[in-house]
């Protein structure tokens, strides 16, 4: 695999830009798009479902963009250190009733030499909320 930029250890500038990276392939809701910043054999937690590899990320978010509608997440620099990088967001999105959602969550990630993610650990909340109350329009 080609190297994925910028590559580990990061700097807290390095960092940011990654994050960025992030933010915009997930806002793209394309899971392919995502899937490709994984290492293939990439563990994930994601709050109580544990996934292995790419084909399992696709499949995840391919069914999580069905029922998450107007997804739109914003990601926030926590910390690094060498090849790890921690994350806060939140974001919203509208369930196939209407109602809107809002969910906060940490995400801890660690990286491969070649810059790929190989763990991405997310603990993530959520709540309703009202139209009025949206954050990303």
Request: proline share 4%.
């Amino acid at each position: 695999m080609e190297p994925r930029h910028p590559l580990p250890p990061f700097t807290e500038e390095t960092a940011k830009m990654k994050i960025q990276m992030a933010e915009d392939a997930w806002n793209s809701k394309d899971p392919e798009r995502v899937s490709k910043a994984y290492t293939i054999d990439s563990e994930w937690r994601n709050r109580n479902t544990f996934l292995k590899g790419r084909e399992e990320i696709v499949k995840f978010l391919t069914n999580k963009w069905a029922s998450e509608l107007n997804y739109r997440l914003k990601k926030e620099y926590w910390a690094h250190t060498g090849n790890r990088i921690a994350v806060r967001f939140e974001y919203e999105y509208q369930n196939a009733e209407g109602k809107w959602f809002r969910a906060y969550g940490n995400e801890n990630w660690e990286f491969d030499d070649l810059g790929y993610m190989a763990k991405r650990f997310a603990s993530i909340n959520d709540f309703e909320i009202a139209a009025s109350e949206r954050r990303f329009n």
